[in-house]
Nanobody, 118 residues
Framework: QVQLVESGGGLVQAGGSLKLSCEAS????????MGWYRQPPGKQRELVAI???????HYADSVKGRFTISRDIAKNTIYLQMNALKPEDTAVYYC????????????WGQGTQVTVSS
């Protein structure tokens, strides 16, 4: 199936930047949409950004203009460049992928912690 491993989280001051990476392995040919979600402390998981196989992107309103999602098909990797970080961006960030062989299943990574101090 598909395995996802996130990296790049950490502690940063407000206004700073971080870049997250998510590498897919396993059955990676024809990976479909991939995306980033986050779960703030005590809250539900929410969409941050998604990117299609053709690199069409969609962002949550709360991150538009600050975050950029990108994709390297050859490396089976997506990235999330996060700029102008705010304390409210503090969350566990998860990578998600869809694959046409398993249309009713979402694949998830283990998550990476991002903490933004004020």
């Amino acid at each position: 199936q598909v395995q996802l491993v996130e990296s790049g989280g950490g502690l940063v001051q407000a206004g700073g930047s971080l870049k997250l990476s998510c590498e897919a392995s396993g059955v990676t040919f024809q990976l479909d949409d991939m995306g980033w979600y986050r779960q703030p402390p005590g809250k539900q998981r929410e969409l941050v950004a998604i990117i299609t196989r053709n690199s069409v992107t969609h962002y949550a309103d709360s991150v538009k203009g600050r975050f950029t999602i990108s994709r390297d098909i050859a490396k089976n990797t997506i990235y999330l460049q996060m700029n102008a970080l705010k304390p409210e961006d503090t969350a566990v960030y998860y990578c998600e992928a869809d694959h046409p062989l398993w249309p009713s299943r979402d694949f998830w990574g283990q998550g990476t912690q991002v903490t933004v101090s004020s």
